[in-house]
């Protein structure tokens, strides 16, 4: 693929992947049979599953800003491109993404490739529609390792539809879960939030005046960069967090 070919992403096999040493600098790789990945950081919090939003691949300034801050707090982070964000970078033209299930698919695959690459806690997590996928995927496989899940900008429900909600799923996430959601999201703001009845698993940062993505208006003091860096942080705090929890539950059982 001549996109990411001409990005300095390396054509490389899984079994190769498997094989590279971390480094603080960004790499980039097109892996044979799954796609392009960009890996940011040292694994010394564990590692995250990151998939983008629907009209904005894993290069956005929003996704390189958020895997950046999250790589500098310690959490290793493989963010992903869903093939037909792939086919929409390489043709220019955009296109809605298929059908939830193909997405979760690909990144089952990703999620099988990543869990063999080390022994390191690995979560799962993604911006807007890549949450949502995320969050499925790990409703679906509560025996798969998978540490926690991180959603930034969950689609609650589209917008303007607030009865067609998107969490019915939410019970069956057994692993701790984070969602980073703007005051002010369409997609689900605080006041139509503060009524759902999630599960206690589940925690939810809210980001001041913050839009679907992370945007307040400039009457609120802050802007979006600083949000997107909070959000970050949040969620590093909240990925040590569940690793001090689970040391202590190993420490008592022992």
Avoid at 51 to 74: I, K
Avoid at 75 to 82: E, G, K, P, R
Avoid at 230 to 244: C, P
Wanted: one cysteine or more; proline letters at 8%; charged letters at 20%.
């Amino acid at each position: 693929m001549s996109y990411y070919a001409d990005l300095g992403f390396e054509a490389i096999t899984p079994e190769a992947l498997r094989e590279r040493p971390a480094s603080p600098a960004v790499q980039r790789f097109l892996v044979e049979g799954v796609g392009p990945v960009s890996v940011s950081g040292i694994p010394e919090l564990g590692r995250i599953l990151l998939a983008h939003g629907a009209g904005a691949g894993h290069l956005s300034e929003f996704m390189r800003q958020f895997a950046a801050v999250l790589a500098s707090e310690r959490l290793q982070v493989w963010a992903i491109d869903f093939p037909y964000m792939q086919q929409m970078s390489e043709e220019a033209k955009r296109q809605p993404p298929p059908p939830v299930k193909k997405t979760l698919e690909h990144f089952a695959a990703w999620y099988d490739l990543l869990a063999s690459c080390s022994g390191s806690p690995l979560w799962v997590g993604g911006k807007s529609m890549g949450g949502r996928v995320a969050s499925l995927f790990a409703s679906q496989h509560r025996c798969a390792g998978v540490a926690g899940v991180i959603a930034a900008g969950y689609p609650f429900h589209p917008p303007k539809k607030p009865d067609s909600l998107r969490t019915d799923h939410f019970p069956d996430i057994s692993m701790p879960m984070l969602i980073l959601q703007g005051e002010r999201d369409p997609f689900g703001s605080r006041d139509e939030v503060a009524h759902y009845a999630l599960p206690d698993s589940l925690h939810v940062h809210w980001l001041t005046d913050g839009d679907h993505d992370f945007k307040p208006r400039r009457s609120s003091g802050v802007n979006q960069q600083v949000l997107i860096d909070e959000a970050a942080i949040v969620a590093a705090s909240f990925v040590r967090a569940q690793l001090a929890v689970a040391a202590r539950t190993c420490s008592t059982l022992v």
